[in-house]
């Protein structure tokens, strides 16, 4: 498939070990104007401090992050750009099991504009067994979890960055440029857990 350019943002994803299987996790971020080098590596520092100081508070001790990388979608030749987790990987704060890889809560980051155009997602993996109740997370750790994401737009504090929702399809097809919305909002719809199979160690990548 043909590269969508996305003017004036980036991708920035998370990446993690979990039982031995390699997951990620993404955001998108504007900056009107373009970014460098430079600005992407702030970025990637601001996401850090959010996850070791803010997120990770609500996952098992067996969630660690391994690496940062943002990768520019203005055009096929953008930078791309990674940056190791300090050693040791900082790792969740909840001394208690993991759950298996493929199970997750659903952070959803939503716009102005309705249609799945306009929203975006997040699976969060690495909750405790002691979080977790049948189907359910407990109403602490899904307000905690709540409270991270709303959290991020504070924590991008090295450059202006904007965070926003990406979309390069409309109606099945895509579209000749991307387009970047500003996230406004974020829910956590239920506090049923999902599934993410492809987490599950053997699975994904």
């Not at 890889?101 to 249609?115: L, M, Y």
């Not at 109606?171 to 956590?188: F, H, K, L, N, Q």
């Amino acid at each position: 498939m043909a590269f969508i350019p996305v003017a004036d943002t980036v991708l920035a994803e998370l990446r993690f070990d979990y039982f031995g299987q390699k997951i990620e996790n993404t955001l998108y971020f504007r900056k009107l104007g373009g970014s460098s080098v430079a600005q992407a590596i702030g970025l990637m520092n601001d996401l850090l401090v959010w996850w070791t100081s803010l997120l990770s508070n609500y996952l098992s001790e067996d969630i660690s992050l391994r690496e940062l990388n943002v990768t520019d979608l203005s055009s096929a030749s953008g930078y791309s750009v990674s940056q190791a987790a300090p050693t040791p990987n900082p790792t969740g704060q909840v001394v208690a099991s993991g759950l298996p890889g493929n199970v997750a809560i659903c952070v959803s980051f939503r716009t102005p504009n309705r249609g799945r155009s306009f929203r975006g997602r997040n699976y969060v993996a690495g909750l405790a067994e002691t979080q977790v109740t049948g189907n359910t997370l407990d109403a602490t750790r899904v307000a905690g979890i709540l409270g991270s994401y709303q959290g991020i737009p504070s924590s991008i504090v090295s450059s202006a960055w904007d965070w926003v929702v990406v979309s390069r399809f409309s109606g099945g097809a895509p579209r000749a440029a991307g387009v970047a919305t500003d996230v406004t909002s974020v829910v956590i719809v239920d506090d049923f857990v999902d599934s993410q199979r492809r987490r599950l160690t053997g699975r994904g990548t």
